[in-house]
């Protein structure tokens, strides 16, 4: 093979250095002609000591291990040494694991360069316009809606106190009372579901009074009813939307 010479501290290690010697004779990594790269190694970091390098010892440890391997491979063998490991594999997956770390490291050095005179905005918060609500509802769908809630109600309900009317006498509800009621609700919360304004113990006729105090609301324009969609139910709010 022809003489190869290097410049030592081109290399940024003894990996670095095999390798380059491995390319230069195309050979193999899992295949190395050991006698010869151990020689062009050698030459290669001869006067090392002298050469000064944070990294001395590293070359140093590699220059003896290819020795070593060497030995292993001129040395004949008895026929329980047959079967074992070829002494250069675990110096070919050190090589191949470093090689791909290479391919990798030019890999991120081209997208070092390439975005390197770029500018990155921080991003932003989109602020998004609300939705204007412009549908309009007939009171038949409200009316439909409190029918489905006391049908619910109804049939999960105890025995209603007019039950006992010929007893303790007809209860009253005054609408008043419920708008009075619904009024302390929005106070907490400025949009609450048509549905949760009927307590499960409620009697139908503090239903119905619940029901006759929304309408009366609506008419005075005390109270919106918006259809939502998710909770397949309205959302009563004292805030009209634009629309």
Known sequence: MDKILY???TFEGPLDLLLTLIQKNKVSIYDIPIVEITAQYLEAIDGIEEANLDNTSEFLVM????????????LPKNEEEEDE????????RRLAEYQQFKDASKELRKSE???KEMVFREPEKIKFPMPEYDITHDTKELIDAFNNIFQRRLRKA??????FSKIVGREKVSVDDMVEKICKVLKHNKRVQ??????ADDSRPEMIATFLAVLEMIK??????DYDEKSDDFILTTEKKNG
Do not use: G, Q, V, W
């Not at 220059?63 to 001129?74: D, E, H, Q, V, W």
């Not at 490991?85 to 070919?92: K, T, V």
């Not at 048509?194 to 307590?199: A, G, N, R, V």
């Not at 005075?220 to 009813?225: F, S």
């Open 220 to 225: 005075l324009n005390k109270l919106y009813a």
């Open 194 to 199: 048509f549905e949760s304004l009927f307590k």
């Open 85 to 92: 490991e070829d002494p250069r594999e675990e110096l070919a």
């Open 7 to 9: 410049k030592l501290d």
């Open 158 to 163: 105890k025995p209603e106190k007019r039950a």
């Open 113 to 115: 360069f390439t975005t």
């Open 63 to 74: 220059a003896s291990n290819l020795l070593y391997i060497k030995s292993k491979m001129l």
